[in-house]
Protein backbone atom coordinates (compact mmCIF):
# COMPACT_ATOMS: atom_id res chain seq x y z
CA UNK A 1 0.00 0.00 0.00
CA UNK A 2 1.22 3.37 -0.76
CA UNK A 3 2.21 5.63 1.97
CA UNK A 4 -0.47 8.59 1.34
CA UNK A 5 1.10 10.66 4.16
CA UNK A 6 4.59 10.49 2.61
CA UNK A 7 3.91 9.69 -1.69
CA UNK A 8 7.04 8.29 -3.72
CA UNK A 9 6.78 9.85 -7.18
CA UNK A 10 9.10 8.76 -9.79
CA UNK A 11 9.45 11.36 -12.70
CA UNK A 12 12.18 10.60 -15.85
CA UNK A 13 12.90 12.53 -18.66
CA UNK A 14 15.76 12.66 -21.43
CA UNK A 15 18.21 14.56 -19.08
CA UNK A 16 17.88 17.35 -16.93
CA UNK A 17 15.20 18.88 -18.29
CA UNK A 18 12.58 16.85 -16.44
CA UNK A 19 14.02 18.60 -12.87
CA UNK A 20 11.57 21.17 -13.77
CA UNK A 21 8.30 18.77 -13.01
CA UNK A 22 10.59 17.31 -10.07
CA UNK A 23 10.82 20.95 -8.80
CA UNK A 24 6.85 21.30 -9.23
CA UNK A 25 6.03 18.24 -7.72
CA UNK A 26 7.93 19.26 -4.62
CA UNK A 27 6.55 22.40 -4.55
CA UNK A 28 3.03 20.64 -4.74
CA UNK A 29 3.85 18.25 -2.72
CA UNK A 30 6.96 18.84 0.14
CA UNK A 31 6.47 15.51 1.85
CA UNK A 32 6.87 13.52 -1.09
CA UNK A 33 9.92 11.11 -1.47
CA UNK A 34 11.07 11.67 -5.23
CA UNK A 35 12.47 9.12 -7.71
CA UNK A 36 14.15 10.75 -10.34
CA UNK A 37 15.74 9.38 -13.64
CA UNK A 38 17.58 11.07 -16.20
CA UNK A 39 18.50 9.13 -19.20
CA UNK A 40 21.42 11.28 -20.56
CA UNK A 41 22.95 8.13 -22.53
CA UNK A 42 20.41 8.61 -24.77
CA UNK A 43 20.00 12.56 -24.58
CA UNK A 44 18.32 14.38 -26.79
CA UNK A 45 14.98 12.17 -27.31
CA UNK A 46 14.00 14.53 -30.08
CA UNK A 47 15.88 12.84 -33.32
CA UNK A 48 15.03 9.61 -32.05
CA UNK A 49 12.39 7.57 -33.95
CA UNK A 50 8.90 7.71 -32.07
CA UNK A 51 9.09 3.80 -31.28
CA UNK A 52 12.26 3.71 -29.29
CA UNK A 53 11.50 6.65 -27.13
CA UNK A 54 8.39 4.60 -26.16
CA UNK A 55 10.47 1.98 -25.83
CA UNK A 56 12.55 3.47 -23.56
CA UNK A 57 9.87 5.35 -21.34
CA UNK A 58 7.53 2.29 -20.81
CA UNK A 59 10.86 0.55 -19.11
CA UNK A 60 11.75 3.53 -17.66
CA UNK A 61 7.83 3.64 -15.56
CA UNK A 62 8.19 0.23 -15.00
CA UNK A 63 11.49 0.65 -13.46
CA UNK A 64 10.53 2.93 -11.15
CA UNK A 65 7.74 1.31 -9.79
CA UNK A 66 10.02 -1.64 -8.99
CA UNK A 67 11.23 1.06 -7.23
CA UNK A 68 8.73 2.10 -4.91
CA UNK A 69 7.02 5.03 -6.64
CA UNK A 70 3.24 5.40 -5.91
CA UNK A 71 2.73 6.90 -9.44
CA UNK A 72 4.86 8.17 -12.32
CA UNK A 73 4.88 11.85 -13.83
CA UNK A 74 6.18 11.18 -17.45
CA UNK A 75 8.56 14.57 -16.96
CA UNK A 76 9.20 14.17 -20.90
CA UNK A 77 6.82 15.54 -23.36
CA UNK A 78 8.69 13.57 -26.20
CA UNK A 79 7.38 10.29 -24.51
CA UNK A 80 4.32 11.46 -24.00
CA UNK A 81 4.18 12.30 -28.02
CA UNK A 82 5.34 8.88 -28.89
CA UNK A 83 2.14 7.46 -27.01
CA UNK A 84 3.66 6.35 -23.97
CA UNK A 85 1.61 6.97 -21.64
CA UNK A 86 -1.11 5.47 -23.68
CA UNK A 87 0.65 2.40 -23.48
CA UNK A 88 1.94 2.79 -19.90
CA UNK A 89 -2.29 3.80 -18.57
CA UNK A 90 -3.03 -0.17 -20.00
CA UNK A 91 0.20 -1.83 -18.90
CA UNK A 92 0.36 -0.29 -15.39
CA UNK A 93 -2.30 -0.52 -12.06
CA UNK A 94 -0.83 2.55 -10.38
CA UNK A 95 -1.14 6.34 -11.82
CA UNK A 96 1.04 7.68 -14.56
CA UNK A 97 0.78 11.56 -15.14
CA UNK A 98 2.16 13.47 -18.48
CA UNK A 99 2.20 17.07 -19.56
CA UNK A 100 1.06 17.36 -22.63
CA UNK A 101 -2.69 17.65 -21.57
CA UNK A 102 -2.61 19.91 -18.49
CA UNK A 103 0.00 22.34 -20.40
CA UNK A 104 -2.51 22.68 -23.68
CA UNK A 105 -5.41 23.27 -21.46
CA UNK A 106 -3.45 26.06 -19.59
CA UNK A 107 -2.34 28.11 -22.83
CA UNK A 108 -5.61 27.67 -23.90
CA UNK A 109 -7.16 28.64 -20.81
CA UNK A 110 -4.95 31.90 -20.34
CA UNK A 111 -4.73 32.85 -24.31
CA UNK A 112 -6.86 35.72 -25.26
CA UNK A 113 -6.33 35.97 -28.81
CA UNK A 114 -6.22 32.08 -29.43
CA UNK A 115 -2.75 32.41 -31.32
CA UNK A 116 -0.74 29.93 -29.12
CA UNK A 117 2.71 29.06 -29.60
CA UNK A 118 4.34 25.61 -29.18
CA UNK A 119 8.38 25.46 -28.69
CA UNK A 120 9.83 21.64 -28.60
CA UNK A 121 12.13 19.42 -29.81
CA UNK A 122 11.80 17.82 -33.50
CA UNK A 123 10.26 14.71 -32.43
CA UNK A 124 7.55 16.42 -30.81
CA UNK A 125 6.80 18.95 -33.39
CA UNK A 126 6.58 16.07 -36.42
CA UNK A 127 4.32 13.79 -33.72
CA UNK A 128 1.66 16.52 -33.79
CA UNK A 129 0.74 16.00 -30.42
CA UNK A 130 0.50 19.44 -29.27
CA UNK A 131 -1.64 20.38 -32.23
CA UNK A 132 -4.27 17.76 -32.06
CA UNK A 133 -4.03 19.03 -27.95
CA UNK A 134 -4.61 22.44 -28.49
CA UNK A 135 -7.39 21.70 -31.23
CA UNK A 136 -9.32 19.33 -28.73
CA UNK A 137 -9.31 22.51 -26.07
CA UNK A 138 -10.81 24.24 -29.01
CA UNK A 139 -7.69 26.20 -30.28
CA UNK A 140 -7.76 26.94 -33.98
CA UNK A 141 -4.18 28.70 -34.71
CA UNK A 142 -1.57 27.35 -33.29
CA UNK A 143 2.02 27.63 -34.30
CA UNK A 144 4.83 24.73 -33.07
CA UNK A 145 8.57 25.92 -33.41
CA UNK A 146 10.93 23.10 -33.17
CA UNK A 147 14.08 24.52 -31.39
CA UNK A 148 17.05 21.69 -31.35
CA UNK A 149 19.60 23.74 -29.89
CA UNK A 150 17.86 24.22 -26.60
CA UNK A 151 18.46 20.66 -25.12
CA UNK A 152 22.53 20.74 -25.87
CA UNK A 153 22.27 24.18 -24.51
CA UNK A 154 20.90 23.27 -21.06
CA UNK A 155 22.26 19.60 -20.71
CA UNK A 156 26.17 21.78 -21.11
CA UNK A 157 24.54 24.03 -18.11
CA UNK A 158 23.98 27.08 -20.37
CA UNK A 159 20.91 29.29 -19.09
CA UNK A 160 21.38 32.53 -20.81
CA UNK A 161 24.08 34.51 -22.65
CA UNK A 162 25.23 35.16 -26.56
CA UNK A 163 24.86 31.70 -27.98
CA UNK A 164 21.45 31.13 -25.81
CA UNK A 165 20.58 34.11 -27.27
CA UNK A 166 20.97 33.98 -30.93
CA UNK A 167 19.24 30.54 -30.92
CA UNK A 168 16.32 31.86 -28.69
CA UNK A 169 16.62 34.91 -31.42
CA UNK A 170 16.53 32.24 -34.16
CA UNK A 171 14.04 30.04 -33.15
CA UNK A 172 11.04 32.56 -31.87
CA UNK A 173 11.58 35.14 -34.41
CA UNK A 174 8.68 33.64 -36.37
CA UNK A 175 5.93 32.69 -33.76
CA UNK A 176 6.80 36.51 -32.31
CA UNK A 177 5.95 37.59 -36.03
CA UNK A 178 3.17 35.71 -36.25
CA UNK A 179 1.38 37.62 -33.09
CA UNK A 180 1.18 34.81 -30.64
CA UNK A 181 -0.02 35.94 -27.20
CA UNK A 182 0.74 32.92 -25.05
CA UNK A 183 3.70 30.24 -25.55
CA UNK A 184 4.02 26.41 -24.46
CA UNK A 185 7.45 25.05 -23.44
CA UNK A 186 6.82 21.79 -25.29
CA UNK A 187 10.08 20.36 -23.68
CA UNK A 188 10.69 20.34 -19.91
CA UNK A 189 14.36 21.72 -20.68
CA UNK A 190 13.27 24.75 -22.33
CA UNK A 191 11.94 26.26 -18.79
CA UNK A 192 15.97 26.55 -18.13
CA UNK A 193 15.67 29.04 -20.55
CA UNK A 194 12.72 31.20 -19.19
CA UNK A 195 14.73 34.54 -18.63
CA UNK A 196 15.96 35.28 -22.23
CA UNK A 197 12.39 33.58 -23.91
CA UNK A 198 10.64 36.19 -21.70
CA UNK A 199 13.05 39.35 -22.73
CA UNK A 200 13.11 38.27 -26.53
CA UNK A 201 8.62 38.26 -26.66
CA UNK A 202 8.14 40.53 -23.94
CA UNK A 203 5.34 41.11 -20.91
CA UNK A 204 2.66 40.44 -23.21
CA UNK A 205 3.22 37.11 -23.98
CA UNK A 206 2.21 34.54 -21.48
CA UNK A 207 4.49 31.54 -20.86
CA UNK A 208 3.00 28.52 -19.88
CA UNK A 209 5.47 26.04 -18.29
CA UNK A 210 3.53 22.63 -18.47
CA UNK A 211 5.16 21.21 -15.30
CA UNK A 212 3.06 23.16 -12.87
CA UNK A 213 0.42 22.16 -13.87
CA UNK A 214 1.25 18.61 -13.90
CA UNK A 215 2.20 18.95 -10.47
CA UNK A 216 -1.53 20.29 -9.71
CA UNK A 217 -3.00 16.98 -10.81
CA UNK A 218 -0.58 14.99 -8.61
CA UNK A 219 -1.46 17.11 -5.87
CA UNK A 220 -5.11 16.81 -6.56
CA UNK A 221 -4.30 12.90 -6.10
CA UNK A 222 -2.44 12.79 -2.64
CA UNK A 223 -2.82 15.96 -1.41
CA UNK A 224 -0.09 17.93 0.14
CA UNK A 225 1.45 17.34 3.47
CA UNK A 226 4.31 18.98 6.05
CA UNK A 227 7.29 19.66 4.52
CA UNK A 228 9.84 16.98 4.94
CA UNK A 229 13.17 18.64 5.25
CA UNK A 230 15.84 15.79 4.58
CA UNK A 231 16.85 15.06 0.78
CA UNK A 232 18.27 12.18 1.60
CA UNK A 233 14.69 10.60 1.42
CA UNK A 234 15.10 11.29 -2.39
CA UNK A 235 16.69 8.85 -4.93
CA UNK A 236 18.54 9.85 -8.52
CA UNK A 237 19.69 7.63 -11.28
CA UNK A 238 21.06 8.53 -14.52
CA UNK A 239 21.95 5.96 -17.92
CA UNK A 240 24.88 8.32 -18.51
CA UNK A 241 27.93 10.49 -16.92
CA UNK A 242 25.83 11.16 -12.76
CA UNK A 243 27.88 14.17 -12.51
CA UNK A 244 25.65 16.42 -14.58
CA UNK A 245 22.97 15.12 -13.13
CA UNK A 246 24.36 15.57 -9.91
CA UNK A 247 25.33 19.42 -10.91
CA UNK A 248 21.95 20.47 -12.00
CA UNK A 249 19.94 18.64 -9.76
CA UNK A 250 21.68 20.77 -6.83
CA UNK A 251 21.43 24.14 -8.64
CA UNK A 252 18.02 23.25 -9.86
CA UNK A 253 16.52 21.77 -6.82
CA UNK A 254 18.24 24.12 -4.08
CA UNK A 255 19.26 20.93 -2.52
CA UNK A 256 22.95 18.72 -2.90
CA UNK A 257 22.07 15.36 -4.59
CA UNK A 258 22.32 12.31 -2.60
CA UNK A 259 24.37 9.72 -4.71
CA UNK A 260 23.50 9.56 -8.34
CA UNK A 261 22.86 5.57 -8.61
CA UNK A 262 24.10 4.81 -12.78
CA UNK A 263 21.61 2.43 -14.27
CA UNK A 264 21.51 0.86 -18.26
CA UNK A 265 17.99 2.26 -20.00
CA UNK A 266 16.34 -0.25 -20.94
CA UNK A 267 16.29 -0.57 -17.87
CA UNK A 268 16.04 -4.07 -16.56
CA UNK A 269 12.07 -4.23 -15.49
CA UNK A 270 9.86 -6.65 -16.38
CA UNK A 271 6.26 -5.43 -16.34
CA UNK A 272 4.63 -4.34 -13.12
Avoid at 41 to 48: D, F
Avoid at 82 to 93: K, N, Y
Avoid at 153 to 165: A, I, K, N
Amino acid sequence: MPDVAHPTIGVFDSGVGGLTVARAVLEHLPQARLLYLADTAHVPYGPRPLEQVRDFAVQIIAFLFQQGADAVVMGCNMSSAAGAHTVAVARFSKPVFEVIGPGSAAAWAATRSGAIGVIATQGTVNSGAYGRALCACGASAVYEQACPAFVPLVERGLSDGPEVEAAVTEYLTPLRDAGIDTLVFGCTHYPFLRAPIARFLGADVTLIDPAEFVARQVEALFGAGPADPNPARHRFFSSGDPESLRREGARFLGFPLPRVAQVDVPVEASDY
